[in-house]
Structure formats: structure tokens, C-alpha cells
């Protein structure tokens, strides 16, 4: 029998600050339920100008190196899944790379569909790994985006900032998760977009949340198919089900939807949710949408509550990206992984972070319209942290 392949490790990296999304209902005439709610969103992280796309994407995997303790002179495999890459050709994966240490022997890319950029890299790692091209080397991915809306529009309270790692190897401490087994969906919509003229994305919402839900039974029916195919049908019984989280809400919507092709009541998926998906919303909904990593954010707050209890246990993951591309695939938490996801301290970055106001807010949306622009300036992060310090003779320069 092959080796089991899967997630080894995971870590996530949020902005310094956030905006409380009572303050923001406030500012804008809204009923604060609408926001806590109506959207289950109760903080939204906001990225400055030198927390760009690389510097979050190198904050998640630098920690996922420290609190994993896993070897970075075996990484092979590079991947960036990202909606906000910083250039139209270098990629923030080469960057990281830089940033990291990575090994040369290393390949090296970033991954564009939406939302479904990480997931893209997830699935390709593990088959990298399974078709013995890795050669006993871990694949490294991360999700790392800044979603963007405009001020004042429906789509701003479900903004967001921040990145995920995952380390992918042939001996996983997390989740065992088997190639082949997922359930693919494509289809050319225009639900949600961001040109190339506009930092903020184009967004037709509620038509946003139809595709998605669309996604969700044609990935869920490929994945049967997939089950059926490779006489697994055992893999359709999982505990707990993690969706990708726009905003909490979506992920509700998403597992009505899942339940009603099951033959269930809108009452009986509402009793499941609470056992199968309130888990993984913990940290989205102090965090807000992150685009690719938000499916790995929840996936991060199910293992940070209840790793333990799910040893020997399935977790279905449903990833979408507009435009639109979606994945249902599923893991099984492995032995052991409740003691070692202590000390992975999943959460602790969402300790001590800053509150910003309004003001604040708004002026940081502000910078960021011609960070892209800017001249390099001193350092503002933490002593060890990356940062993005401005553009010097058409370069991006950071300090590592
Ligand atoms: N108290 C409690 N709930 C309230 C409320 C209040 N005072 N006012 C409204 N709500 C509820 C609504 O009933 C609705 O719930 P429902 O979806 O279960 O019906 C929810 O809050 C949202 O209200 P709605 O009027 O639909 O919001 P909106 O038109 O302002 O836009 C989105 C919502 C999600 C479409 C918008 O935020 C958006 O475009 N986001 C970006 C795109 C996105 O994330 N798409 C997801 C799929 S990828």
C-alpha cells in the first residue's frame, strides 16, 4: 500500500489590526445584526501597506516552520495561491522563496482562480507527492490575499486580510488526504471579478452566492461519482464539514444546500450545523474574508477546537473560486493529531491585535490605493517581521 499523504502542518498570519464590524455598521446606518447575523462576521482584518500579499504569505510560513518544526531543506514544491499578486508576471511565490531560504532545487509558482488558487496548489502537491516526482520532498503552499471592496458598498463587511500555510508531505501529522479522490466543477460565470484597472473587486453578490451554492452540488456530485469510481463510498460519512467562509453566513447557506441534496429538512441541516460547521467559523469570523485561505482558515479553527476528539475521524472541505472552479475533497485527522495541534497554537495570532477606527480604517484603504508606487521608506513592522518597505528603481523592496 502506498504512504498515507496529506497535510503536515498549518499556520495562519493575520494583519496587526481590525476593524470591529459594530464600529463599522455604525459608520455606515446598518443594524450591527446585519453584520453579526445576517453575515456572521463579527471583525475584519485590515491589512497596512507594508502587510502586502508576501509579507503575510512569508509571516504564515515562517511560522509554520517554527511551531511545526518541519525541515525546510526538503521543501520541492513552492506554491502561492493568491487573487492579489503584486506584479502580472514575477510571482509572489519567488519572493517567498528569497524570504524563506528555500532550497534552488525548488519549483516555484503562484496559482490564480479566485478563491480556488490555494486549493489548486493543495491537490497538485499531493499528487505531486503520489506520483513519486516529489522524490521524499515537501510541498509548501500558501494562501495569502487582501480582499478588497469599496467603501460603502454591500461587499465591504465581507473584506478581509491575511495568509495560510500548509505543508504537504508523505508523512502528515494532520490530515491524511487521498489523490484521486475529490470532486471537480467548472463553469464560466461572471459573478465576481477584479479588473486590472481596480484594486477593489467587481462583485454581482447575491448572483456571487448562487454560483457558489451551484459549485457546491457539482463538485459534490463529481465527488460521489469520484467515491463510486474507487469503491469508497464509505468516504461520504465524514464528522465534520468545513466550507470555504466569505462570510460566515455563506458557509450555513452552503450546508443547507449540501443537506437538501441529501434528502434532509432545512431543521435538521440547522441541528447538524451546529455539530459539523459552527467549529471551523470560529476564526473567520474574527477575521473576515481571506479569499484562497479562507476554506484553510476554517479548516485551522476546527482542528485549533477539536483536533482530539477527530483522530481516525473525516473532514469534507468544499473550496470555491469565482469565475468559477470548485473542489469537494475530504481528510481524515490522524493519530496523535489533537497533542501536536497544541502545540501548533493555531489561533495565538489572533492575540493582541489592534483595533483600528474608522478613520484609521479608511485612511489605510487610502495608502493602499498607491502602494504599488511607493518610494522605500523605514521599516514600521515588528523588529522580526517582513515587510513591504516600498519601490526603489522599479523593484518591490522588503525587509526580511
Ligand atoms: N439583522 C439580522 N440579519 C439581517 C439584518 C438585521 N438587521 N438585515 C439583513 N439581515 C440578513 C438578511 O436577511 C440576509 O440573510 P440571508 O442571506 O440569510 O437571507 C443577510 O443579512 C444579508 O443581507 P442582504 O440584504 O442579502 O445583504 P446585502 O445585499 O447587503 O449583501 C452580500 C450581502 C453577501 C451579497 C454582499 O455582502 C456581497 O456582495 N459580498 C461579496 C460577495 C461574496 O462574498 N459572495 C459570496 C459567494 S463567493
Not at 487573487?83 to 506584479?87: A, C, I, K, R
Not at 460603502?152 to 463587511?157: L, Q, S
Given at each position: 500500500m502506498q504512504n498515507p499523504i496529506g497535510l503536515d502542518a498549518l499556520a495562519i498570519a493575520v494583519p496587526e489590526g481590525y476593524l470591529d464590524m459594530g464600529d463599522l455598521a455604525a459608520a455606515r446606518g446598518v443594524a450591527p445584526s446585519k453584520y453579526t447575523e445576517g453575515l456572521l462576521v463579527s471583525k475584519m482584518a485590515v491589512a497596512k501597506p507594508h502587510e502586502d500579499p508576501v509579507a503575510l504569505a512569508a509571516k504564515a510560513a515562517k511560522r509554520l516552520f517554527e511551531t511545526s518544526g518541519a525541515d525546510l531543506s526538503k521543501v520541492g514544491m513552492c506554491v502561492v495561491g493568491t487573487?492579489?499578486?503584486?506584479?502580472h508576471s514575477k510571482p509572489v511565490a519567488a519572493y517567498l522563496h528569497r524570504l524563506l531560504g528555500l532550497p534552488e532545487r525548488c519549483r516555484v509558482y503562484e496559482a490564480k482562480h479566485a478563491c480556488f488558487g490555494g486549493t489548486v496548489g493543495v491537490l497538485s502537491a499531493i499528487e505531486w507527492i503520489a506520483s513519486g516526482a516529489g522524490k521524499g520532498r515537501t510541498a509548501l503552499i500558501v494562501c495569502t490575499d487582501i480582499a478588497r471592496y469599496g467603501l460603502?458598498?454591500?461587499?465591504?463587511?465581507t473584506q478581509g486580510a491575511g495568509a495560510v500555510a500548509l505543508l504537504i508531505s508523505e508523512k502528515p501529522r494532520l490530515l491524511t488526504i487521498e489523490p484521486g479522490l475529490d470532486g471537480s466543477y467548472a463553469k464560466d460565470v461572471n459573478d465576481f471579478w477584479r479588473p486590472l484597472y481596480s484594486k477593489d473587486a467587481v462583485v454581482d453578490g447575491h448572483h456571487s452566492v448562487q454560483c457558489y451554492l451551484d459549485a457546491l452540488a457539482g463538485a459534490y456530485n463529481s465527488f460521489k461519482q469520484a467515491a463510486a469510481e474507487m469503491d469508497h463510498r464509505d468516504a461520504l460519512n465524514v464528522a465534520r464539514r468545513c466550507y470555504h467562509v466569505p462570510y460566515g453566513k455563506m458557509a450555513k447557506k452552503a450546508h443547507r444546500h449540501l443537506m437538501a441534496l441529501e434528502g434532509k429538512t432545512e431543521a435538521e441541516a440547522d441541528e447538524s450545523y451546529n455539530l459539523e460547521v459552527a467549529p471551523s467559523l470560529r476564526i473567520p469570523s474574527q477575521v473576515g474574508n481571506i479569499y484562497t485561505g479562507s476554506l484553510y482558515l476554517a479548516l485551522a479553527s476546527l482542528l485549533d477546537t477539536e483536533a482530539e476528539s477527530l483522530e481516525g475521524k473525516r473532514v469534507a472541505l468544499f473550496s470555491y473560486g469565482s469565475g468559477c472552479g470548485a473542489e469537494y475533497y475530504v481528510g481524515e485527522v490522524v493519530k496523535g493529531a489533537g497533542a501536536y495541534v497544541k502545540a501548533l497554537k493555531l489561533s495565538q495570532p489572533l492575540e493582541n491585535r489592534r483595533r483600528y477606527t474608522i478613520a484609521e480604517y479608511e485612511a489605510i484603504r487610502q495608502a493602499d490605493n498607491d502602494v504599488d508606487r511607493k518610494p522605500v521608506e523605514a521599516p514600521q513592522a515588528a523588529q522580526n517581521e517582513v515587510a513591504f518597505l516600498g519601490v526603489e528603481n522599479e523593484r518591490r523592496v522588503y525587509k526580511a
Open positions: 487573487e492579489t499578486g503584486v506584479d460603502g458598498t454591500a461587499g465591504e463587511p
